[in-house]
């Protein structure tokens, strides 16, 4: 636990570390500082990927999340969050041989979809107690702060979705066009 | 200003709290002539120029719109109610501790303007049915005054605050003077239809908001951004800050000071009157006595209780004006624990533009000609809005990769969220007190609040539940649930009736005019005067209330009567 909160002390500063085997079940994986801002990008592109429209990295998500983690969550998600990101680094090892931020696309969704479905309960009302008792899922609170942060961003608000700073008025049923777009703001 | 000298801190009236009902106070009070001492225990507001957040985009937010979980489990009933955008509209709870005996959350804003910077702004008048619902159940005393005494003062406020809505000429639910109403959505149109069609006697209107859907007295029309609570750079929502302050100020016979906590209001009893009230400066901890022959206490229902009980004299041993015993006592806050939500699968061509600040409103419908088989007394008004589902809504949708962001991106299906805002009775021993040991930063005694829902509220919050489904299944609505949140008391923002008006001085604190009983140049027209709740939001009876207590004192202090 002491080298947990060594880790957890570090990251961010640059200086390399190694994992503990112990404290993250694996058979000895290294994850340098720069191998976890990878495999924070590739989870968050791989949620909101680039295409007709800005993806999660070219919005800034990335950093978005590295921040909150590091600043806004309770000691307790904060924690959660490291081990989230160590076993499914881990599973992408285990199972595939490779970084995640290594896999393609298809495989890296294959990880997450199996990983969501792990900490999914068929019943609400558990997922719920879970939430209470032991704060959210990993991959509930990765996919959460990825979405927030890039429907807040500028390219995410204006370029994804539609942003309208000042209305001006309110039309109550206006016919949509095929593909419109949610707005950014209610 | 030297504010050693006696004269100079002279004033013929002071008001005590510039929300809602004391901008209102200072503003009626300057215009018929008083040179008047407002008093706020916060910072000053300046109306636009100290709206920092006001036009801030989502990614211009301070902290990219993120609380610590350290600073919101230090700030929990302040950080329940705010977000960084305006969090400074509302008092912390680090700086501004109180006692829970039970839970209540006590949301308070410490400055000038108030929480008539933050509020709900729905209006909604009362009507007889209410006046007259205590003297009828036999619960809590009679109301002295009945519609027919308010009526003109609702015409008089609604005037000057703009409040857009539509007549409906239903009894519950008086008409008023309104500028043109918001719209109803797709949706909405289609609840509301269904509503009638299954029960005559059921409406669905548009709220009745304080937001201007056209220019009046040099504020400007409602751009529909819905981010009020950020302060509104048009002036399009009615607050003391954009609306009663400034006349107040351009009469020239206003003096506001901000900073000051009323500590007490100070007694002589060889005149048997209030001779003006003692602050103490909040960043110097310094106190000053300031005079008057008329004192308005508007500091909000807590507070205007509290400076009551520390008032005390060996005239007035349990505090000021509490002969009865009833200051502190018969706290109310409506509920608005109870409802339902569901999705509706048709109408998804449609969609809207621009952000309306405000939802619907079913206006009351039980109990209206009460009978003796009731499930419970009195009544709830749903309110509620529909939208489609966006982004918020879906983060959560199992998957990834391009089909998660295609289905993220698009407007989901029609929702509506409806809840019940129900009458709470007035109970004797729901509670306001002072600690006697635990002091704050300033040496005065902690509030402390007791307070709990009672099994009449319960009855109705199962009514508003089961009546929500059903409304919403007879119009179609799938996935329906109902809901009961069993939030505290406090949650709803309505807190009042613990200085209640009533007929006899033995049994209530002030009378038909806000007026002490026992000390006459002191009113109250804040929440603390209500003898009942009804289900209305109340800051609009507040406003008339005031304006109407305004007009008495100054009318009864030239007849030389203070």
Redesign the interface.
């Known amino acids: 636990m002491k080298r947990r909160s060594y880790l957890k002390g570090v990251f961010g500063l640059g200086t390399a570390f190694i994992l503990s085997p112990v404290a993250c079940d694996t058979k000895g994986d290294e994850l340098t500082p720069i191998e976890m801002e990878r495999l924070i990008a590739a989870m968050a592109d791989?949620?909101?990927?680039e295409?007709d429209?800005p993806g999660a990295i070219q919005a800034g998500v990335p950093t978005?999340i590295t921040?909150?983690w590091q600043?806004?969550?309770?000691?307790k998600?904060k924690e959660a969050f490291l081990n989230g990101l160590i076993r499914t680094e881990s599973y992408s090892r285990d199972s595939y041989s490779r970084s995640f931020s290594q896999c393609p696309?298809d495989v890296?969704?294959n990880i997450?979809?199996y990983l969501?479905?792990k900490e999914?309960y068929r019943f609400a009302i558990l997922n719920k107690i879970r939430n209470r008792f032991f704060g959210p899922s990993f991959i509930?609170l990765f996919?959460?702060l990825t979405?927030?942060?890039y429907?807040?961003?500028?390219a995410g608000?204006t370029k994804?979705?539609r942003?309208?700073?000042?209305?001006?008025?309110?039309?109550?049923?206006?016919?949509?066009a095929e593909?419109?777009?949610?707005?950014?703001?209610? | 200003m030297n504010i050693n000298n006696r004269a100079d801190r002279t004033y013929d009236a002071i008001v005590v709290g510039s929300g809602i009902s004391g901008g209102w106070a200072a503003m009626e009070l300057c215009k018929k002539g008083l040179k008047t001492l407002l008093l706020d225990r916060g910072r000053h507001v300046e109306h636009v120029a100290d709206y920092p957040t006001a036009m801030l985009?989502?990614?211009e937010?301070p902290?990219?719109?993120?609380?610590?979980?350290?600073y919101a489990?230090q700030n929990p009933i302040q950080t329940s109610i705010s977000d960084v955008a305006d969090r400074h509209f509302f008092a912390n709870d680090v700086d501004h501790p109180y006692i829970q005996e039970s839970p209540f959350l006590w949301y308070r804003g410490y400055q000038v303007g108030g929480r008539s910077l933050t509020w709900g702004r729905q209006c909604y008048r009362w009507s007889d049915l209410d006046f007259e619902a205590n003297s009828r159940d036999g619960v809590g005393v009679d109301w002295p005054i009945r519609y027919r005494d308010i009526a003109r003062w609702y015409d008089y406020v609604e005037r000057f605050v703009g409040i857009s809505g539509s007549c409906e000429s239903l009894a519950q639910l008086p008409d008023g003077e309104f500028l043109p109403p918001?719209?109803?959505?797709?949706i909405e149109?289609h609840l509301a239809q269904s509503i009638k069609a299954h029960d005559g006697q059921r409406r669905l209107i548009i709220a009745r908001v304080a937001n201007l859907t056209k220019r009046l007295n040099g504020r400007g029309a409602c751009?529909?951004?819905?981010l009020c609570s950020r302060g509104c750079p048009f002036g399009a929502y009615f607050s003391s800050n954009s609306a009663t302050i400034p006349v107040a100020i351009e009469t020239g016979n206003l003096t506001i000071r901000p900073f000051s906590i009323v500590s007490e209001v100070l007694y002589d009893d060889r005149t048997k009157r209030a001779t003006g009230v003692r602050v103490i400066d909040t960043e110097t901890h310094v106190d000053y006595e300031f005079f008057s022959s008329l004192v308005f206490l508007n500091a909000s229902t807590i507070a205007t209780t509290a400076i009551l009980l520390q008032s005390t004299s060996p005239r007035f041993p349990k505090g000021l004006g509490n002969d009865s015993g009833q200051v502190g006592r018969n706290l109310m806050d409506h509920h608005s624990n109870a409802g339902a939500q569901g999705t509706h699968e048709q109408f998804s061509?449609?969609?809207?533009?621009?952000?309306?600040p405000c939802g619907f409103l079913i206006p009351r419908f039980q109990n209206l000609n009460p009978s003796v088989d009731q499930k419970f007394i009195r009544g709830y008004n749903i309110q509620g809005r529909g939208?489609?589902q966006?982004?918020?809504e879906k983060?959560?949708t199992?998957?990834?990769?391009?089909s998660?962001?295609?289905n993220?991106?698009?407007?989901?299906p029609w929702t509506i969220w409806m809840a019940g805002w129900g009458e709470c009775l007035p109970y004797e021993d729901n509670r306001v007190t002072l600690s006697s040991n635990e002091k704050d930063q300033w040496g005065l005694s902690l509030v402390k609040i007791d307070f709990s829902f009672r099994e009449n509220e319960h009855r109705m919050m199962d009514d508003i539940r089961s009546c929500s489904e059903a409304m919403l299944k007879q119009a179609g609505f799938v996935d329906v649930n109902s809901f009961n949140y069993n939030k505290p008391g406090g949650t709803t923002v309505h807190e009042m009736g613990t200085a209640r008006m009533g007929k006899d001085s033995a049994t209530s604190v002030l009378n038909g005019f806000n007026q002490l009983h026992s000390v006459r140049n002191v009113f109250i027209t804040d929440g603390s005067c209500m003898a009942s709740s009804a289900c209305q939001n109340p800051s609009l009876t507040y406003m008339a209330l005031t304006a109407r207590a305004c007009d008495f004192a100054v009318a009864e202090m030239k007849k030389g009567n203070l």
């Open positions: 791989s949620i909101l990927p295409t429209t978005f921040e909150t600043h806004y969550l309770s000691e998600n696309m890296r969704i997450l979809t969501e479905s999914t509930g996919k959460q979405v927030q942060g429907c807040t961003s500028h608000a994804a979705l942003y309208d700073a000042v209305p001006g008025h309110y039309e109550s049923c206006v016919l949509m593909n419109t777009r949610s707005w950014a703001t209610k | 985009s989502p990614w937010l902290d990219g719109g993120r609380t610590t979980a350290e489990f918001m719209e109803l959505n797709c149109k751009m529909n951004r819905n061509e449609y969609y809207y533009k621009g952000r309306r939208e489609r966006g982004w918020m983060m959560g199992a998957g990834f990769g391009e998660f962001k295609r993220l991106l698009s407007p989901g």
